[in-house]
């Protein structure tokens, strides 16, 4: 069998939305799914709670030794759509790389659709749909994880729910699994 490729994420979000817990729970699914090499951590400044927040997460068939950040990611997924006019989210995305944004918009919205392969999902939507707010702020991590495997071929909603379930327990764990059906649901995918 041929190994595929190493697959290397970086997400954007703000503090207090979860982007280092959603790089956490993505490779644990990853793993669930047979990938046998897989890398999830944050990039630490300063940071506080709706400050920019950057985490990184590589997923591969083989064990992973490089231990840098992700220069050139595959995937970006971003969590908060306004970071996009403050950081450059897209800096080093490769050639036909994967966005994976949380806003109302649809794919063709964003001018650089025509450069890289988008996908959008209402994460925040869904988030105070499950009234997952902390501090008033929408958590839109696990909403955000459902609408990756509409992206990524390398994890299965499935698996994101089993992760998600043995994060949380009780009512908390069947509203952010719900949360992951409902963006896996309602993703759009421009590609």
């Known amino acids: 069998m041929t190994s595929r490729p190493l697959i290397e994420i970086c997400l ?47 997923i591969s068939d083989e064990e992973i030794y490089l231990r840098s950040e992700v220069y050139s990611p595959d995937i970006v997924i971003i969590l908060d759509e306004s970071i996009m006019g403050i950081v450059d989210t897209l800096k080093g995305l490769k050639k036909n790389g994967r966005i994976l944004i949380n806003t109302t918009k649809g794919p063709d919205d964003f001018d650089f659709s025509k450069k890289y392969n988008v996908a959008t999902v209402d994460a925040t939507g869904v988030a105070i749909k499950y009234d997952s707010l902390v501090g008033g702020i929408p958590v839109v991590n696990t909403p955000i994880l459902g609408a990756v495997p509409k992206i990524l071929d390398r994890v299965t909603l499935k698996s994101i729910q089993e992760t998600v379930k043995n994060k949380w327990k009780g009512e908390l764990a069947d509203k952010n699994v719900k949360a992951t059906q409902d963006a896996y649901d309602s993703v759009e995918v421009g590609f």
């Open 12 to 58: 954007h979000g703000r503090g207090g939305q979860g982007s280092v817990t959603a790089a956490n729970l993505l490779v644990s699914a990853a793993l669930k799914d047979g990938n046998k090499g897989v890398q999830a951590f944050p990039f630490f400044g300063a940071e506080r709670r709706g400050a920019p927040v950057k985490a990184f997460a590589r």
